[in-house]
């Protein structure tokens, strides 16, 4: 598995706890049927012998809001405190942790710069919460590159998108 972006990331002030006996990979990857349209988000959680795989969508959201979205669902599922590291094909998702954008627009009263709003606060705000109770690495991987668990996760996530039950966005104009 080749990684391009890869660092340890922990927003300014947090403590999270390392335990090394809670080493835990997260894959995910999110999916939108039309950009906006259905959305759905795939997850798959490895820890020691043990897997999980979540998924679910919205009837009407955006591929961002389903890439932030399916790493939130991922990291909610520890029950602690653990050591992540987390895979996703979305260059938005770990740019903005690894290169402190989403910290830099929180800081900022949730704007990228004087006039433009940044986009998703509701789910930043969410996901640097969760960064602040784990060690997390987060490693950007090309999609659609033969990563078993990055397919697995786009399968989810476009299963997902074509449920007959998806609920409203909350987050979403």
Same mark, same amino acid.
């Given at each position: 598995?080749?990684? &391009? $972006?890869?660092?340890? &990331?922990? @927003?300014?002030?947090? &403590?999270?706890?390392?335990?090394?006996q809670k080493q835990v990979i997260i894959y &995910?990857?999110?999916?939108? /049927?039309? +950009?906006?349209?259905?959305?759905?988000?795939?997850?798959?959680?490895?820890?020691?012998?043990?897997?999980?795989? /979540? $998924?679910?969508?919205?009837?009407?959201?955006t591929n961002n809001r389903m890439e932030i979205l399916a790493a939130?669902?991922? /990291?909610?599922?520890?029950? $602690?405190a653990c050591s992540v590291t987390l895979y996703s094909d979305s260059q938005y998702l770990v740019n903005a942790i690894n290169k402190g954008w989403a910290q830099r627009w929180k800081a900022n009263g949730w704007?990228? #710069?004087?006039?433009e709003?940044?986009? +998703? @606060? =509701? /789910?930043?705000?969410?996901l640097l919460e969760l960064c602040s109770r784990h060690d997390i690495t987060f490693v950007w991987v090309r999609?659609?590159? #033969? +990563?078993?668990?990055n397919e697995?996760? =786009?399968v989810l996530s476009k299963e997902a998108a074509g449920r007959a039950d998806l609920k409203a966005d909350p987050g979403y104009p």
């Amino acid at each position: 598995m080749k990684a &391009t $972006s890869k660092a340890k &990331t922990h @927003p300014p002030g947090a &403590t999270a706890a390392k335990d090394p006996q809670k080493q835990v990979i997260i894959y &995910t990857d999110g999916a939108c /049927l039309g +950009n906006p349209g259905p959305g759905g988000y795939g997850v798959v959680l490895l820890y020691g012998e043990h897997r999980k795989e /979540l $998924s679910g969508g919205y009837r009407l959201t955006t591929n961002n809001r389903m890439e932030i979205l399916a790493a939130i669902k991922g /990291l909610e599922a520890l029950k $602690s405190a653990c050591s992540v590291t987390l895979y996703s094909d979305s260059q938005y998702l770990v740019n903005a942790i690894n290169k402190g954008w989403a910290q830099r627009w929180k800081a900022n009263g949730w704007k990228r #710069n004087a006039r433009e709003k940044a986009l +998703n @606060p =509701d /789910l930043w705000e969410r996901l640097l919460e969760l960064c602040s109770r784990h060690d997390i690495t987060f490693v950007w991987v090309r999609g659609h590159a #033969n +990563n078993k668990e990055n397919e697995r996760c =786009d399968v989810l996530s476009k299963e997902a998108a074509g449920r007959a039950d998806l609920k409203a966005d909350p987050g979403y104009p």
